[in-house]
């Protein structure tokens, strides 16, 4: 059993900047291939970013690509989101999740075993 806690969000003006972080339980984080995705309202769940185990290999949802950063600390079972040059359109409750069963990153949602309870996270224009 995993669990995940968010922390970080907030309401920003567009232009700016977050950093979110997820706290994992569990011995073995670092065997876990981690993600971050996000859901706005009357929209689906949609993959933002991932980072491998070792944290060498990372992956970007396009719309976000050059503007976020995932990053893990292993010592510390965290991972982080960086967010720069926010949009009104990256509104929407941010969630983390754990894939102990894979090695690479996945984008689906459907390969994600455990889930955080989500942290908001609002843009205003």
């Known amino acids: 059993q995993v669990q995940l806690v968010e922390s970080g969000g907030g309401l920003v003006q567009a232009g700016g900047s977050l950093r979110l972080s997820c706290a994992a339980s569990?011995?073995?984080?670092?065997?876990?291939?981690m993600g971050w995705f996000r859901q706005a309202p009357g929209k689906e769940r949609e993959f933002v970013a991932g980072?491998?185990?070792?944290?060498?290999?990372?992956r970007y949802a396009d719309s976000v690509k050059g503007r976020f950063t995932i990053s893990r600390d292993n010592a510390k079972s965290m991972v982080y989101l960086q967010m720069n040059s926010l949009k009104p359109e990256d509104t929407a409750v941010y969630y983390c999740?754990?894939?102990?069963?894979?090695?690479?990153?996945?984008?689906?949602?459907?390969?994600?075993?455990?889930w955080g309870q989500g942290t908001q996270v609002t843009v205003s224009s």
């Open positions: 569990g011995r073995t984080f670092s065997s876990y291939v």
């Open positions: 999740a754990v894939t102990p069963r894979y090695y690479s990153v996945r984008v689906s949602s459907q390969f994600y075993d455990y």
């Open positions: 980072i491998a185990k070792s944290g060498g290999s990372t």
